[in-house]
């Protein structure tokens, strides 16, 4: 065998592997088996994967979503269009990782979670953004973001968590998109929505632009912090990657040779 076939052969597997191996390593989570282990949340699993949103949350790196029970499910309204229901959910799955301790520690008690919704670029105003705040009780209770809405979920529990990707959490109502009236906005005037491209994963905002009160902080160093160390697993998985499959073609080259 020539030298010059022989390093085509290397190059071929080298690709082959390589692909193979990037590929599924880029997908270490699947909403749609983790929510299967729960029968309460089967009405919602399927539409998450009627609405191709199940696949949005397994293409990030790191994502919380807000789970309802199939009884919750059953009493909202049975005529909504699939973009509705699109758009619905989209506000339930919030673009960063946040587990029952990292709610209950937030330095301000309160927090503001962009969602789906946000980057999807149908959202108005404050629509696509999600208040989180810590009660006195050490509740933890969800509202939309617009400004006069009310806190009217509550978390029950955590189904399942794979820090730092993926936390999925259960909460008691469907969270409504809320009517943002501009007038009504206290952060319309001076500060408008940072713009914001549509399915831009590293893009993490959890606070409001620039606040009139003293919200912020807290969370601007968590979200740093996760990127960080995310970005330091993602390159090192990739390098193993690179590795095995140079391991694995020049086993294969070896076989083919021999
Ligand atoms: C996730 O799991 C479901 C059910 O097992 C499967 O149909 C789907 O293809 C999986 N998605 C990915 C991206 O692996
Ligand atoms: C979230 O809502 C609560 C109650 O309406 C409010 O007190 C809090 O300031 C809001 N949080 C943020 C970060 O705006
Ligand atoms: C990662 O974060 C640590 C502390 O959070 C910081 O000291 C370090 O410089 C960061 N590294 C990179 C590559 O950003």
Redesign the pocket.
């Known amino acids: 065998m020539s030298s010059s076939s022989s390093s085509l052969i290397l190059f071929f597997f080298f690709f082959l592997f390589a692909s193979t191996f990037l590929f599924t390593s880029s997908n270490s989570f699947n909403i749609t088996e983790i929510l299967e282990q729960n029968k309460d949340f089967s009405t919602f699993n399927k539409l998450l994967s009627q609405t191709q949103l199940a696949s949005t949350i397994n293409s990030r790196q790191t994502v919380t979503v807000l789970a309802l029970s199939n009884d919750v499910m059953s009493s909202s309204s049975p005529d909504r269009s699939t973009d509705e229901i699109k758009n619905i959910l989209s506000l339930h799955i919030v673009v960063d990782y946040y587990d029952i301790k990292k709610l209950k520690d937030l330095k301000?008690k309160?927090?503001?979670l962009t969602t789906l919704l946000q980057s999807s670029g149908q959202a108005k105003g404050r629509q696509g953004f999600v208040?989180?705040?810590v009660m006195k009780n050490g509740d933890v209770?969800f509202?939309s973001?617009v400004p006069g809405?009310?806190?009217s979920a509550k978390l029950i529990d955590s189904v399942a968590s794979q820090p730092p990707s993926i936390s999925v959490l259960h909460i008691s109502s469907e969270l409504p998109i809320m009517i943002d009236l501009p007038n009504d906005s206290p952060y319309k005037s001076s500060s408008p929505l940072p713009a914001q491209p549509p399915g831009d994963d590293d893009y993490t905002y959890d606070?409001?632009p620039s606040?009139p009160?003293s919200?912020?902080a807290a969370s601007a160093t968590a979200s740093h912090g996760k990127s960080n160390s995310t970005n330091g697993v993602a390159a090192i998985s990739s390098q193993f990657d690179v590795a095995f499959a140079v391991v694995m073609s020049s086993f294969c080259l070896f076989m083919k040779v021999w």
């Open positions: 301000d309160t927090v503001i208040n989180a705040t209770e509202g973001a809405s009310i806190l606070e409001p606040p009160s919200a912020p």
